[in-house]
């Protein structure tokens, strides 16, 4: 984490992982620039400019075994193995396509009925896809972190092979045929993954004509070139810059910073207009006004947004109020002395100055050792190590844990937590293996999966084969030691980072814990507000039993519980500004207001936005005041929480149209763990694992309700857990 000296000067060093979810290396005094050795605890992405501590070897990873199963279980050692992999399991794929076609002509021809068709046809694309997705996920993993160029290489072209099979078959007219045939004797599970693939292949346009679906298809492939060309034009990554907005002591130097985030590079901005065009476009093509109703039509909630978020807006104004009085307060001591302005620069080095004064560490070792406990207590299921004895590794500081309930491993959960070379800096899950049941032979022998995959990664069950699912974890601390054995003990992260930690592991049991019969919905695969719902939920077990890790940690008795809840000091800030986001992009995809943007950027005014919050955001704040020589006056809330340019609000692009979501997971997860007061370990494992069981079937609201045992629509939305 980033610090001052004054804060730092007695602590020993470790590693830190930084407070906007990525871990660094360098040491940098923002407020001179210079890199130090073994000063000050700060902050440096993993980019180009970062100082490099490894070298980049042309080794292909760290084979620790003589087995033939190399990353994962799959029988691969080499990049060309991998790569193999891909190209057989398309034609295997396009084998299994075709001899789905041939059945149906000879049923459509023969008047032969006595098979339900489309019930055949969910399980052999069903197949089709695992397959597919049990060399994809790899690929997309290793793409991201291996330090080997080839490795690297190799993986993107095995997703390219892939996912250009996968637009094909989107398309494949007759395919989209045999699945909207007759629907009977499907149970309720194979109807909703049924429809889910259904609308899949419609979001393709398999059912538009010649000349429509070309047109369609054109821009499905401007879509996806101009968010590409969008990522390749951002000339800020947004990490480094914020990080100097928390901690450069120059307030003047903090202003520059704040200026540049909400200037737009013009011709992103031109892009990104043409990119909410090209998706409007599309959106109108399947029956929707704009992109914005169409990128909600899968979430739980997904009408009047706008009222949604007046809504949360009101519920967090008190205690905004009060903790910007706060920190303007603060900011008359410390900041500018004798004057009272709050500038929007001084919001973040305020923020996180308040929060240093009683900045709490974990180590590692208790993080883990708490997650092993809870998931024990929840769950009856043990984390025990493996020795992987029959796998190779990407790299010899890898953990692998079996998850194992009554001596059976019923999952894999990797752990790659520290820096390499090329690997990309992040705090995130990735889905390796999803859940899935098959029978063990078909009529051709051997499933295919069984031709590719240790046997390790799936159980025998009388006459079905269950795959065990699998992720990692990966962060990016940094180890002094080349090899295995590092001690977690001295790792230390400061409880913001333990809950965002906390916050994927919440993905990761949803995906290890899924036990679907058919892979394509199952763990987290929903839509954004289901599939952050268990992440959200996750953190909330965390921030509920800090106290106790504090106990392992053995450092319990230095702080008192209200030390315990500094890191969430000023949580209504973050919260506005995610209200505040939300609203812009709500507008941003609504396309009565497409001709307004180019205005609104360049004049970074957005009163008309949020006219409708009751003059909440738009009203003066009394405690601050205007200074023409500064910021030109635009003396608002909003102005004051400072939206960054849309051009840097990647969200517009990955989320757009629905980064609200993030609010109504948070809301419904505070409401479900709420329901748990009062109950054991073991009723509440229970019913989590009811729910993860069934993955992202159904992705509506029920199965959350189920979990809480009420109907959380009934209850106050809330966006405060304390």
Not at 227 to 233: D, M, N, Q, T, V
Not at 259 to 275: A, F, M, T, V
Not at 629 to 638: A, L, R, Y
Request: net charge negative.
């Amino acid at each position: 984490m980033f610090h001052s000296s004054k804060l730092l000067k007695n602590v020993p060093k470790y590693t830190f992982i930084g407070t906007n979810k990525h871990t660094y290396t360098a040491n940098i005094d923002c407020r001179s620039s210079k890199y130090l050795n073994n000063k000050y605890y700060v902050t440096s992405l993993n980019n180009k400019n970062q100082l490099n501590i490894f070298k980049n070897t042309r080794n292909f990873g760290y084979n620790n075994s003589s087995s033939e199963f190399g990353y994962f279980g799959l029988r691969m050692n080499t990049p060309s193995d991998l790569l193999k992999l891909a190209t057989d399991a398309v034609k295997y794929s396009e084998k299994s396509v075709e001899n789905l076609v041939d059945y149906y002509n000879n049923c459509k021809n023969s008047g032969d009925s006595t098979e339900n068709i489309s019930k055949k046809a969910l399980y052999v694309i069903d197949d089709i896809s695992n397959t597919l997705c049990s060399i994809a996920d790899p690929s997309e993993f290793l793409r991201h972190v291996h330090e080997n160029d080839e490795w690297r290489k190799v993986a993107n072209e095995c997703i390219e092979i892939i996912s250009d099979f996968i637009g094909k078959i989107n398309i494949n007219k007759k395919i989209y045929e045999i699945l909207i045939n007759d629907k009977n004797d499907l149970n309720k599970d194979e109807e909703l993954v049924l429809s889910h693939m259904i609308e899949s292949m419609k979001s393709q346009g398999v059912h538009l004509s010649q000349m429509p679906q070309i047109e369609y298809l054109k821009l499905l492939k401007e879509e996806l070139m101009l968010s590409y060309s969008i990522f390749e034009l951002s000339s800020k990554n947004q990490h480094p810059y914020n990080q100097i907005l928390k901690n450069a002591e120059n307030p003047e130097f903090r202003k520059q910073v704040w200026l540049s985030q909400r200037k737009s590079n013009q011709e992103s901005l031109l892009k990104i207009l043409e990119l909410r065009d090209t998706r409007t476009k599309l959106s109108q093509i399947r029956g929707f006004p704009d992109y914005r109703e169409y990128s909600q039509k899968e979430c739980m909630l997904n009408k009047d947004i706008e009222k949604f978020l007046i809504n949360c807006s009101n519920s967090i104004k008190d205690q905004l109020y009060s903790d910007l009085n706060e920190l303007s307060n603060l900011n008359s001591k410390i900041v500018h002395k004798s004057a009272s302005s709050l500038n929007p620069w001084d919001i973040d080095y305020l923020i996180n100055l308040k929060r240093n004064e009683n900045i709490i560490f974990l180590s590692l070792k208790t993080l883990i050792d708490f997650f092993k406990y809870l998931v024990n207590e929840l769950f009856n299921i043990e984390l025990m190590e493996d020795d992987i004895k029959q796998e190779s590794l990407w790299d010899d500081k890898i953990i692998k844990y079996n998850l194992v309930h009554d001596n059976r491993t019923v999952a894999n959960l990797y752990l790659d937590l520290f820096e390499r070379d090329s690997k990309t800096t992040m705090c995130a899950q990735f889905t390796i293996r999803c859940s899935k049941t098959y029978s063990k032979v078909d009529k051709d022998g051997d499933k295919y999966i069984n031709k590719i995959m240790n046997p390790l990664n799936y159980e025998e069950n009388e006459d079905k084969l269950i795959q065990i699912p699998s992720t990692v974890v990966t962060t990016s601390f940094t180890s002094r030691d080349k090899v295995k054995g590092i001690e977690f003990k001295d790792i230390k992260i400061d409880l913001h980072n333990c809950e965002i930690i906390f916050h994927e592991l919440g993905h990761t049991l949803h995906t290890l814990l899924s036990r679907t019969e058919l892979q394509h919905l199952s763990g987290n695969r929903g839509p954004i507000d289901f599939a952050e719902f268990s992440s959200h939920l996750f953190e909330l077990f965390f921030q509920n039993h800090v106290v106790e890790m504090m106990k392992l940690e053995g450092i319990n008795e230095i702080f008192n519980e209200k030390d315990v809840m500094y890191y969430k000091k000023f949580e209504s800030v973050e919260l506005a500004r995610m209200i505040i986001s939300s609203q812009i992009d709500q507008r941003f995809y609504d396309d009565k207001y497409k001709d307004d943007w180019i205005e609104i950027e360049n004049g970074l005014d957005y009163k008309d936005i949020f006219k409708n919050y009751e003059n909440y955001f738009n009203e003066k704040y009394e405690k601050w005041k205007n200074d023409e020589d500064k910021w030109n006056g635009n003396e608002t809330i909003v102005t004051l929480l400072g939206p960054i340019a849309i051009t840097n609000f990647d969200h517009l692009i990955h989320y757009g149209g629905n980064y609200y979501c993030y609010l109504y997971s948070r809301i419904l997860a505070i409401k479900a763990y709420k329901s748990f007061e009062n109950k054991s370990y073991k009723e509440i494992g229970n019913r989590l694992l009811e729910f993860f069981k069934k993955g992202s079937i159904d992705s509506s609201i029920s199965p959350i309700n189920k979990l809480a045992g009420k109907d959380l629509n009934e209850e106050e939305n809330t966006l405060f857990y304390k």
